[in-house]
């Protein structure tokens, strides 16, 4: 198993209410009833307030390298990739578990 980690930081000046923001976090929120190879998925925004803290988190499970392949590269996924590119970066980790 493959546990699928993602950490957002909104750009300089991009808040939560933003438009683009709210559509983004929507399609993702879709995603794990979407992509079958998703065994677990969860994605939220961050509760704490501090300096070093991303704004919003994507936590999901799938079974191996190749369910995350065909994760990374369905369309519903890269619809919120593109969505996403627009106004945030962010860093992952993939880790067995």
């Not at 995350?68 to 996924?77: I, K, R, T």
Request: with cysteine.
């Amino acid at each position: 198993m493959i546990r699928h980690l993602v950490l957002f930081k909104l750009n300089e000046g991009v808040t939560r209410d933003d438009p683009r923001v709210v559509e983004g976090a929507e399609v993702f929120a879709e995603l794990g009833t979407k992509i079958i190879e998703l065994r677990e998925w969860e994605c939220g925004w961050n509760v704490t307030d501090r300096d070093i803290a991303y704004d919003f988190a994507i936590n999901s499970l799938v079974d191996d390298a190749a369910a995350l392949q065909a994760y990374l590269v369905h369309p519903a996924h890269q619809a919120g990739v593109s969505l996403w590119k627009a106004f945030a970066t962010w860093v992952i980790a993939d880790i067995e578990v």
